[in-house]
C-alpha cells in the first residue's frame, strides 16, 4: 500500500461522489417544486399547475433513480478501499446512516409509487400527501447525510474505545456537531437554487422558441421568483458559513483564501496563481484590507495563514483556492439573474427579452457546477484529514494496492459514463420537449394584456 494507491482511492471517491451529488441535489429542489406545484392547483384550481406536475414528475422519476443507484455504489467502497476509516468512526457514522435509511428512504420509497402511478387512482388529496411526503422524506435525507459530513468536519461529542474507535458518548452533540447547521442549510439552498436554475433554464428555451408557452411562462416566472429571493439568503448563509469555518478549520480557510503568512490588515485575494511550494500567489489581484474585514469584521484583524499550521497538515491550496473562487463567481451570477428578473418583471419585459432568456439557458447547469465546486471546497479543505484533525486519509485506507484500484477506478469510469451518460442524454431529451400536448397558445393580444398575470 503506497501513497499511490492512497491517491487512486481518493480520486475514485471522488468521482463517484461527484456523479451522486449532483441527483440528490437536483431532486430535493425538484421534489419541493412538484409539492409546491401540486399544492397551488388544489388552492386555485389552476390547471397549468397540474399540468407542469405531470411533466416535471418524468424528470424527478429518473434523477431519483439515478439518485438512489449512485449512492449504493458509493456505500461499497466503504469496504473495499476505505475499510479501516469505516471501521474506527462506524460506531458513529453507521447509526446515522442508518437514521437516514430508516427515516428518510423508507418515507421516500413509500409513497414514491403513489405520487407516480396514483394521479387518477387516489383522491386528489392522498396525492397530494404523498408528493409532501416524498419531499419530506428528501430533506430528511439531506438533514442525516450533512450530520454524519458535518460530523467529519467538525467531530464532537465522541469518545475513543480500547480498539481506537470513534464511539458517541452524547449523540446531540454528534448530530448538531458545530458545523452542521452552516452546511445543511447552506446545502438545501443550493440544492433550491440548483433546481431553480434548471427550471428556468428550461422556461428559458421554449420561451426562446414560442413566447405564447403558457406554460413555459409559469415555470420561467416561479424560477426566476426563487432565484430572486433565495440567492441573497444564500449569500448571507455562505458568509456564516465561512466564519464557522474559520472558528473550526482555519486551515482550510487559509487555503481558500491563499493565505500562506499570517498578517494583520489581510487583502481580499480575488485571483492569483497559488505556488504551494514557494508559498506565494503569483500574479494576484487583491484588495487592501478586506480580506480581515470579511473575516474578522476588523480593517487589522488578524487572518491566519497556513504558516500557523504544521505542513504536513497543509490541504492542497491550488484546489481549494480556484473551487471557492468558482462557487462564488456563480453565486453571484445567479444573484445577478435574480435582481435582472424583477427588473424586467417591473419594465414588463420578462416573457419577451430574448438575451435573457439565452443567458438563463446557460445559466440552468451552474447550480451543480457551483455544489461541485463547494463540495471540492469542503472535501480537499480538510485533508489530509478523514475525521479533521484526528484521522488522517492515509491511515483511513484498505490495505489494497495502486494496480487493483486502478483497475476499479478505470471500470468506475466506463461503467458511470455509459449508463449515466444515457440517463443525462434521456433528461435532456424530455427537457428539450415542449409540454405542448398541455399548451393553450395565447393569441397576440392576450399575449400583451397578461404578460405578467400569469403568476
Not at 300 to 322: Q, R, S
Request: hydrophobic content about 50%; glycine content about 8%.
Amino acid at each position: 500500500m503506497g501513497e499511490l494507491a492512497v491517491d487512486l482511492a481518493r480520486f475514485q471517491f471522488a468521482f463517484t461522489v461527484s456523479f451522486h451529488i449532483i441527483f440528490p441535489a437536483f431532486t430535493i429542489g425538484l421534489a419541493s417544486y412538484l409539492a409546491v406545484l401540486e399544492g397551488l392547483y388544489l388552492k386555485t384550481g389552476q390547471q397549468k399547475y397540474i399540468e407542469l406536475y405531470q411533466y416535471w414528475i418524468k424528470i424527478f422519476a429518473i434523477s431519483f433513480g439515478m439518485g438512489v443507484v449512485s449512492g449504493i455504489v458509493m456505500s461499497y467502497q466503504f469496504g473495499t478501499n476505505w475499510s479501516v476509516f469505516a471501521d474506527k468512526t462506524g460506531p458513529v457514522l453507521g447509526p446515522l446512516l442508518g437514521y437516514e435509511v430508516f427515516t428518510a428512504f423508507f418515507l421516500e420509497a413509500g409513497f414514491l409509487g403513489v405520487m407516480l402511478f396514483g394521479m387518477n387512482r387516489v383522491g386528489r388529496r392522498l396525492h397530494f400527501m404523498a408528493t409532501v411526503i416524498v419531499a419530506i422524506g428528501t430533506l430528511l435525507s439531506a438533514f442525516w447525510i450533512l450530520s454524519a459530513n458535518s460530523w467529519m468536519q467538525t467531530p464532537a461529542g465522541y469518545g475513543m474505545n480500547t480498539q481506537g474507535q470513534f464511539i458517541p458518548e452524547d449523540w446531540w452533540a454528534v448530530v448538531f456537531n458545530p458545523s452542521f447547521p452552516y452546511r445543511l442549510t447552506h446545502m438545501v439552498l443550493a440544492a433550491f437554487l440548483t433546481t431553480a436554475f434548471v427550471v428556468g433554464g428550461v422556461g428559458a428555451y421554449h420561451l426562446l422558441r414560442s413566447q405564447k408557452n403558457h406554460l413555459a411562462r409559469t415555470m420561467f416566472s416561479m424560477a426566476m421568483w426563487m432565484a430572486a429571493i433565495v440567492t441573497p439568503i444564500q449569500v448571507i448563509v455562505g458568509d456564516l458559513h465561512g466564519l464557522n469555518t474559520l472558528a473550526h478549520q482555519p486551515a482550510k480557510v487559509a487555503a481558500m483564501e491563499g493565505h500562506f503568512e499570517t498578517h494583520e490588515g489581510a487583502p481580499l485575494i480575488l485571483f492569483g496563481l497559488p505556488d504551494q511550494a514557494n508559498k506565494t500567489v503569483d500574479y494576484q489581484v487583491s484588495i487592501p484590507y478586506l480580506g480581515s474585514l470579511i473575516l474578522t469584521h476588523s480593517f487589522t484583524g488578524e487572518v491566519k495563514g497556513l504558516d500557523a499550521f504544521p505542513e504536513e497538515d497543509h490541504p492542497p491550496v491550488a484546489i481549494v483556492f480556484w473551487s471557492f473562487r468558482i462557487m462564488v463567481a456563480l453565486g453571484f451570477l445567479m444573484l445577478a439573474v435574480g435582481l435582472v428578473s424583477l427588473w424586467l418583471r417591473k419594465k414588463k419585459e420578462l416573457y419577451h427579452a430574448d438575451w435573457f432568456h439565452r443567458c438563463c439557458v446557460v445559466m440552468a447547469p451552474s447550480g451543480f457546477i457551483a455544489i461541485l465546486c463547494g463540495w471540492i471546497t469542503t472535501e480537499v479543505g480538510r485533508q489530509p484529514f478523514t475525521v479533521y484533525g484526528l484521522l488522517r486519509t492515509a491511515d483511513s485506507i484498505s490495505p489494497v494496492n495502486a494496480a487493483a484500484v486502478s483497475v476499479s477506478l478505470a471500470a468506475f469510469v466506463v461503467v458511470y459514463f455509459t449508463v449515466f451518460g444515457a440517463g443525462f442524454y434521456y433528461l435532456l431529451r424530455l427537457m428539450r420537449k415542449s409540454p405542448t400536448k398541455y399548451e393553450r397558445p395565447l393569441d397576440s393580444d392576450t399575449v400583451t394584456s397578461t404578460t405578467h398575470s400569469n403568476l
